[in-house]
């Protein structure tokens, strides 16, 4: 069974198709697997019952030679999708025991493709957080730990859940979304590669709102083919999205294996931050080396704006969620907690349900949005953020895609920064600036630091270009070939 | 800018979350501390740069003004706290 477990997406489905294994087989694995991973708490609810049901369908659907892209294919789905009729609560008590009556439109494309659901992944709650700890279920425990050591590890967040999932082979890939860095910070911290693409390929409808004009789903996976097979699956027009993009979904796995010979890779020299651990440092001087020798030319670039990016979107990110999470108001569904009056309902309800990180930027941004202050800052904020997205547009006249560290620290222990929100905050440092300008992003597991610990490289492309980061992707993998896996201890 | 305890008690208000008296010092040292590193981006020249308000530039699309969807009222209503005879029951609004 461990074997099954053990293949990448690419693989089973190959297995699938040659009949060496039944879709059945394939997911009691890993049924079998995420009910022996509780110490993980990387599921927040297993649905094994409708994973088996989902899995005999999608055999008998092969054997009537219907098999879509993922037939048959476990997956984890990120607790912020809303799934019919199985609870979606993005990891808050103020959506308690919330069961949609209707599928995201990201996942009805993975069921349409022929995709298996093993249940609901944990996440920080409105996947605001870095660390996992904001769930409203408790962390998620890393699969990784530090050579000689037990003490529990942060995965990233807020896609923590997907991110441990994959690593510890619960599924073969898993849904998560991106705001400021939830999918490739947690895929840098636990060693899979993991895809924000451009704002607007994939639908947001059925996607609990965090912050609107950056929320953009995407996959995390075990390999860079794996990633580029799920993401083609998730990404689409959609017409309840109205900022989905309506152009066509190119082949993202045809760009893995490409040659990226004469592609010119800018390195942004803002990136060498001070403190920046020196392994780190060498990490990036490796990956242009890697791309070096497949062909690429190196170009160093200047984006002068990006240290004003982390506090630009911690206007522009609480700014919208407190508008956003406005609809929590215990009237039409999730927690209600009565009081004297309709406002001490609403202010009782807030109180209860919300988590500590939650409210503070609920109030960030309403201080930020009030009278006398939405120009000062929230306007300010959002000059500053086309100045960034400017600094990109100059970048890609010279090169097709830049090259980074995807985050400053390999995973840290839980806990530690707790107590300092701007440390806390400062994880993004590298990942937010797609964000703010629109722009693929993608983090590629590169390498392991003195104590055994994954660390990632980041890819960003041009806007629509996911493509090329499919293929400069593929040849970082190739140059790294990055196999260690975590030690199986829980 | 600096945040008092007296500011934080006026944005929960506006928010509609109860902060409890003593949790009012806390969090206006923390949001004080988040505002004071954000002031940063007064050092950017942001002087005729044109609010970015959208990640891609694209005109909001028009659809058919049709019905598209309608007639759920069991489903809008299956996660209400409270309901009856098919509608939310909610707190008195109006005297």
């Known amino acids: 069974m461990s074997q099954l477990t053990s293949l990448t997406l690419k693989a ?28 993980l708490n990387a ?91 904001s769930s409203a279920f408790g962390p998620v425990v890393n699969p990784w730990r530090a050579e000689g050591q037990n ?5 990233g967040g807020s896609s923590g859940g997907s991110a441990t999932a994959v690593a510890a082979d619960l599924c073969l890939g898993a849904t998560a979304t991106d705001t400021g860095g939830s999918i490739r ?61 309506d152009i066509e979904v ?26 920046m651990p020196a392994e780190i440092d060498e990490l990036w001087e490796k990956g242009i080396a890697w791309l070096k020798d497949a062909g690429c030319e190196i170009v160093e670039v200047s984006l002068p704006h990006t240290k004003y990016a982390l506090p630009a979107y911690y206007i522009v990110a609480p700014a919208e969620a407190s508008s956003n999470l406005a609809r929590y108001d215990g009237m039409r569904y999730g927690l209600r907690v009565e009081g004297a009056n309709l406002t001490e309902t609403y202010v009782n309800t807030r109180a209860a349900g919300f988590g500590t990180e939650v409210k503070r930027r609920i109030l960030i941004g309403t201080y930020v949005l009030s009278a006398g202050y939405y120009d000062a800052y929230y306007v300010k904020a959002l ?41 806390m905050y400062l994880n993004d440092i590298f990942t937010v600036t797609v964000n703010l300008a629109g722009l693929p992003g993608m983090s590629i597991p590169a390498g392991v630091d003195h104590k055994g610990l994954p660390l ?19 040849a970082l993998e190739k140059a790294a070939d990055f196999r260690a896996k975590p030690a199986r201890w829980w | 800018m600096a945040i008092d305890a007296a500011t934080v008690s006026k944005v929960a208000r506006l928010a509609r979350i109860a902060e409890p008296p003593e949790r009012l010092e806390p969090l206006a040292r923390e949001l004080s501390g988040i505002l004071a590193w954000i002031e940063q981006l007064s050092e950017v020249d942001t002087d005729g740069v044109e609010p970015m308000t959208s990640a891609v530039a694209v005109a909001a699309p028009m659809r058919e003004d049709v019905v598209t969807e309608g007639g759920d ?16 029951v909610v707190p008195k609004v109006v005297e």
């Open chain 1, 185 to 245: 910070q947690p895929a840098a911290f636990t060693g899979t590669v993991g895809i924000k693409p451009t704002y607007g390929r994939c639908s947001r409808w059925g996607v609990v709102a965090f912050a609107s004009s950056l929320d953009q789903a995407g996959p995390i996976a075990k390999t860079v083919e794996d990633a580029a097979i799920l993401l083609k699956s998730m990404s689409g027009h959609d017409a309840k999205d109205s900022t989905s993009l």
């Open chain 1, 456 to 474: 990632g490289l980041q890819l960003i492309g041009k806007a629509l270009d996911e493509g090329t980061l499919f293929s400069l992707g593929g």
């Open chain 1, 43 to 133: 599921f927040v609810l297993e649905t094994p019952e409708k994973a088996l049901d989902m899995a005999r369908a999608a055999d008998a659907r092969r054997a009537r030679g219907e098999a879509g892209a993922l037939e048959g294919a476990p997956l984890g789905i990120k607790d912020l999708f809303c799934t019919e009729g199985v609870r979606s609560t993005a990891c808050s008590n103020i959506l308690g025991n919330f069961v949609p009556t209707y599928e995201s439109t990201v996942t009805a494309n993975l069921w349409r493709d022929g995709a298996v659901m093993l249940g609901k992944l944990n996440m920080d709650e409105f996947a605001m957080g870095s660390s996992n700890e």
């Open chain 1, 12 to 39: 089973a489905l190959a297995g699938l198709a040659d009949k060496s294994f039944s879709s059945e087989e394939l997911t009691q694995a890993h049924v079998d697997a995420v009910a022996a991973a509780k110490p």
């Open chain 2, 73 to 88: 009222v069991t489903k809008i209503l299956a996660n209400a706290p409270k309901t009856k005879d098919g509608f939310f």
């Open chain 1, 383 to 423: 000059k500053v953020r086309r100045r960034i997205a400017d600094d990109f547009d100059q970048a890609f006249q010279k090169v097709d895609a830049l090259l980074t560290p995807t985050a400053p620290s390999a995973a840290f222990g839980l806990g530690e920064n707790a107590d300092d929100p701007v440390a």
């Open chain 1, 250 to 275: 190119p082949d993202f796995p045809s760009f893995v294996g490409k040659s990226v010979k004469g592609l010119r890779i800018g390195i942004p020299k803002e990136y060498r931050v001070d403190g």
């Open chain 1, 151 to 155: 003490a529990k590890l942060t995965p």
